[in-house]
């Protein structure tokens, strides 16, 4: 797989984040054979730390903070989304958390730096929806969006998980109600604004030559993952399935999780596939630029970098 850093940056003053300084890079390119794949930030979410591992013992949890120097009291996200461009199409995986919240001041990039990165709204063909959690579905939400959007747009989204945000179950999940709230409230929004593009699926969809949709279940009941194959090489989007701290704690809960056993098994099940066929791996909150491998390590695994191309 080759990659790439796009470093350049444009000071024009952007919608929604004009001037904002962007000599931190925050986008990354990637070749998967024929399949052209960019890494885009969305920003950092920063949730409490617990909420990444709900029913881990706290001196455990404790202890793994410290391991890699981080604070206790919250525990930084990152926000990734990915723009793929193969033959005629550029799709769009995940749309970031869209509008800037208050608890989440340093998301909400994504609109801004898709322009910086050259990305037209117009001219995404698809958009492939891991999950329909509001920092997922968001991007698609904010003012003015649609409107740049091609009408006839194709969203791939699993079958099960449009079913789900019908009438979402919270009660299995660690998020506070204000936060299940702010979640209800955008998948039922994103439903209602974009139902006639909902291209749905029940186990899996081809996106575009080389590029397929499954559906894992788990984290929602709808959750997928995007797998990339041209020329012998591989490229999984995770989405949610797996985390920074899932490698060595695959069985630690995420506080967002409608599902924690079954997220469990599926993380699981997709570190033994990363393993056993060398994929490389991007998904959603593993650090920018959430490219690299997974490697087996005893019974458990550990996340293997890529080396940056610059």
């Not at 989304?81 to 193969?86: H, W």
């Not at 579905?137 to 003015?144: A, H, I, P, Q, Y």
């Not at 033994?272 to 650090?287: F, K, N």
Request: proline share 6%.
């Amino acid at each position: 797989m080759q990659q790439e850093i796009d470093m350049s940056f444009d000071n024009t003053p952007l919608a929604g984040k004009a001037g904002i300084d962007e000599s931190v890079p925050s986008r990354y390119a990637v070749q998967v054979g024929d399949i052209d794949v960019m890494v885009i930030s969305d920003g950092v979410l920063t949730p409490p730390a617990e909420s990444m591992a709900t029913n881990a013992d706290p001196a455990i949890r404790g202890a793994w903070l410290d391991e890699r120097l981080l604070a206790h009291d919250a525990f930084d996200w990152p926000l990734n989304a990915v723009v793929v461009r193969t033959g005629d199409q550029t799709i769009l995986i995940d749309s970031g958390i869209g509008e800037e919240y208050p608890d989440f001041p340093r998301a909400g990039q994504l609109g801004h730096r898709l322009k910086a990165a050259g990305v037209d709204l117009a001219a995404v063909t698809d958009v492939v929806l891991t999950h329909m959690h509001f920092d997922h579905v968001g991007g698609l939400l904010v003012d003015g969006v649609k409107d740049q959007l091609r009408p006839d747009l194709r969203i791939h989204v699993s079958a099960a998980e449009a079913e789900f945000w019908k009438a979402p179950d919270f009660s299995r999940t660690g998020m506070p109600p204000a936060l299940a709230e702010l979640a209800r409230r955008a998948s039922l929004q994103f439903l209602d604004e974009y139902r006639s593009q909902l291209h749905t699926f029940d186990r899996e969809s081809d996106v575009a030559p080389g590029i397929v949709v499954t559906r894992t279940g788990g984290h929602t009941p709808g959750h997928s993952v995007v797998r990339m194959a041209s020329r012998g090489e591989r490229l999984m989007f995770g989405g949610d399935a797996i985390f920074p701290v899932s490698f060595e704690h695959p069985e630690w809960h995420n506080g967002f999780e409608h599902d924690p056993e079954e997220a469990t098994r599926v993380r699981l099940r997709l570190m033994r596939e990363l393993a056993e066929t060398g994929s490389w791996l991007v998904s959603t909150h593993i650090p920018f630029p959430s490219v690299g491998r997974v490697a087996a390590h005893g019974d458990l695994f550990r996340w293997v970098p890529a080396w940056w191309d610059y």
